[in-house]
């Protein structure tokens, strides 16, 4: 039999859980944990040679648990962010408590975490949701119900040590809901430009479906300072909503069309306290009902223009990525393809970021059970794309860190990496993701599946004590150009899994040099020739980080008009 077991059992398993989860969701307040604080698990090494079978091609990674998998029984979201100093943030819960942790720096190694209980919630049905404003300072929103009747989203909000103390912590319920409008995923809230919280939630008053959007300018640990604006969405029923920003601050929502089996997107562009400055738009996205809750996840770019991943109902074993660049309202004006990765069909979850380039990365769990990292290096949004893969983490790569052995009277122990990505990017586009993982093992002569360890697993880039140098350099851009125009090149190194912050040096023939540091697996240079400067010109560039240097190099041919091919070139006939 499959270690990995089959999809049938994972399935039924899932709803086993689901269920079970549900029963417990509905009796303690809400309330304040006790101040502990706790440090994230490091990998044991029980023998010598995991050492050296844990340093697999994915060691660019350090990876650890937030709790010890043998006594911790979490929910599977969780919720990573990174500051604009580059410190980190996560938030995961299970059925007693939301956890808060972080990391200011060095954050591969689990000492510089704390992490601490905030609230006593006793349901299984939390989300919690980080933001961080500019200050560093965390932002949650999340759901709870504190009797059988009430059923309430609340806000919290720290302003110093806050991974020190619970007391720190500040909360207060902002809307009381019926009990068919809580979160299926952690996407339901934000923080905008100015760092004010917003979320979103179904109208599940029939006919009127659509969105209630919470807002707060200022106090928001006062309750009387939120208000609803309730968007009616015809003809669509949307629920699992995803709320995004703009720069602008403009609200983006994308949510899952229970009633046509699809995406819906909606946006407001100004004055998004009036209902009719709303507009929305079923998306010709299919996806079915089964799973769809976490199937996709929503981005806005530094445009403003929205950017999309999701498993697609057609083929639901396969990841997708659309997008669009203009007036996103009109379905006409999105566009998708496929990515060719096939993703674990038992726990359809995913997460995507936007790089410092605005291009596209995404994480999201394997049908083998492996956590995948794939990010797009050129012409994301077109119909030739280049895509890399890489693994943050294996099932192999967890066993031989952690290894379980069987209980009596079982056999085939293995780790499963079952995904639920949480994926956030620096400002050098290292990704930070923690994701949900279990251990399972075949009991009753193989007729039960007995999971006996779980946890929330957190990987960062960079965490090998080796650096990875760059393998190459590979300048694209234009071949041909004219004089006093300026042309932009962009750099693509390899393998992504290359050792960052990365140093590029761009030379043209005849141009000064640039030089750009601390910049991630990609960069752009802009060049422009004066009159005169005509000829073939070369753009050399190095791109150099603390294990090594690669070079790579192109060609423009440079005019004073622009090279029009309009010559027909007749050969003369040959016969044989």
């Known amino acids: 039999m499959n270690r990995k077991y089959s999809l049938v059992t994972f399935v039924t398993m899932l709803m086993l859980l689901v269920a079970q989860g549900a029963a417990a969701q509905m009796y303690l307040p809400v309330?304040?944990?006790?101040?502990?604080?706790?440090?994230?698990?490091?990998?044991?090494?029980?023998?010598?040679?995991?050492?050296?079978?844990?340093?697999?091609?994915?060691?660019?990674?350090?990876?650890?648990?937030?709790?010890?998998?043998?006594?911790?029984?979490p929910w599977w979201q969780s919720h990573t962010v990174v500051d604009g100093s580059g410190g980190i943030h996560t938030t995961f819960f299970d059925t007693q408590y939301i956890y808060y942790a972080h990391c200011a720096a060095n954050c591969g190694d689990p000492n510089n975490w704390l992490e601490v209980p905030l609230f006593?919630?006793?349901?299984?049905?939390?989300?919690?949701?980080?933001?961080?404003d500019d200050s560093g300072r965390p932002r949650l929103m999340f759901y709870a119900s504190p009797t059988w009747y009430e059923h309430n989203y609340y806000y919290a909000e720290c302003n110093d040590n806050c991974a020190e103390n619970s007391a720190n912590w500040a909360s207060v319920a902002v809307a009381q809901v019926n009990s068919y409008s809580y979160p299926f995923d952690v996407g339901f809230a934000a923080l905008d430009n100015q760092?004010?919280?917003?979320?979103?939630?179904?109208?599940?008053?029939?006919?009127?479906?659509?969105?209630?959007?919470?807002?707060?300018?200022?106090?928001?640990?006062?309750?009387?300072?939120?208000?609803?604006?309730?968007?009616?969405?015809?003809g669509l029923d949307p629920d699992a909503?995803?709320?995004?920003?703009?720069?602008?601050?403009?609200?983006?929502?994308?949510?899952?069309?229970?009633?046509?089996?699809?995406?819906?997107?909606?946006?407001?562009?100004?004055?998004?306290?009036?209902?009719?400055?709303?507009?929305?738009?079923?998306?010709?996205?299919?996806i079915p009902y089964?799973?769809?809750?976490?199937?996709?996840?929503?981005?806005?770019?530094?445009?403003?223009r929205p950017r999309i991943t999701y498993y697609d109902g057609?083929?639901?074993?396969?990841?997708?990525?659309?997008?669009?660049?203009?007036?996103?309202?009109?379905?006409?004006?999105?566009?998708?393809?496929?990515?060719?990765y096939p993703g674990n069909s038992d726990f359809w979850s995913v997460d995507l970021a936007l790089n410092s380039q605005g291009r596209p990365a995404i994480a999201f769990a394997t049908d083998e059970l492996d956590l995948s990292y794939i990010t797009c290096t050129a012409n994301c949004e077109t119909n030739s794309p280049t895509w890399q893969q890489q693994f943050i983490e294996t099932d192999a790569d967890l066993e031989a860190a952690y290894p379980i052995p069987p209980s009596p009277g079982c056999s085939a122990p293995?780790?499963?990496?079952?995904?639920?990505?949480?994926?956030?990017?620096?400002?050098?586009?290292?990704?930070?993701?923690?994701?949900?993982?279990?251990?399972?093992?075949?009991?009753?002569?193989?007729?039960?599946?007995?999971?006996?360890?779980?946890?929330?697993?957190?990987?960062?880039?960079g965490g090998s004590s080796l650096p990875t140098a760059p393998g190459s350099v590979i300048p694209s851009g234009p071949a041909l150009g004219v004089i006093n125009i300026s042309y932009t090149f962009t750099a693509t190194i390899a393998p992504i899994t290359a050792t960052t912050p990365i140093t590029y040096v761009w030379q043209a023939t005849g141009l000064p040099a640039q030089t750009h540091t601390g910049r991630g697996g990609s960069d752009t240079a802009t060049f422009t020739w004066p009159s005169g400067a005509t000829g073939l010109k070369t753009i050399s560039v190095s791109a150099s980080n603390k294990a090594g240097t690669a070079h790579?190099?192109?060609?423009?041919?440079?005019?004073?008009?622009?090279?029009?091919?309009?010559?027909?070139v007749y050969l003369p006939a040959i016969r044989r």
């Open 241 to 286: 909503m995803q709320l995004a920003f703009d720069p602008n601050g403009r609200p983006r929502v994308l949510g899952y069309d229970t009633e046509n089996d699809g995406l819906m997107y909606a946006e407001c562009n100004n004055n998004c306290s009036t209902a009719t400055n709303w507009g929305s738009v079923a998306l010709p996205i299919s």
């Open 195 to 234: 760092d004010r919280p917003h979320l979103v939630y179904p109208q599940t008053e029939y006919p009127n479906y659509g969105i209630n959007y919470l807002t707060c300018d200022a106090g928001c640990t006062t309750a009387s300072n939120w208000y609803t604006t309730t968007v009616v969405t015809p």
């Open 552 to 568: 790579g190099s192109k060609n423009i041919l440079i005019s004073e008009t622009p090279i029009i091919f309009n010559h027909w």
């Open 31 to 73: 309330q304040m944990a006790s101040g502990t604080v706790r440090v994230p698990q490091a990998d044991p090494v029980p023998w010598a040679e995991s050492i050296e079978q844990a340093n697999t091609a994915n060691a660019a990674y350090a990876r650890f648990f937030f709790q010890d998998p043998l006594t911790s029984d």
């Open 414 to 461: 293995t780790w499963m990496v079952n995904g639920y990505p949480s994926l956030a990017l620096d400002a050098a586009d290292n990704p930070s993701v923690s994701y949900w993982v279990r251990h399972g093992q075949l009991c009753n002569g193989g007729s039960q599946i007995v999971f006996n360890a779980s946890s929330i697993r957190f990987a960062r880039a």
């Open 314 to 340: 057609a083929d639901s074993s396969e990841l997708y990525y659309a997008w669009s660049n203009d007036s996103p309202l009109m379905t006409t004006n999105w566009h998708s393809y496929t990515l060719n």
């Open 120 to 132: 006593a919630v006793d349901t299984s049905l939390v989300m919690p949701t980080l933001g961080v």
């Open 290 to 304: 089964l799973g769809a809750y976490d199937g996709f996840a929503l981005r806005v770019n530094a445009q403003g």
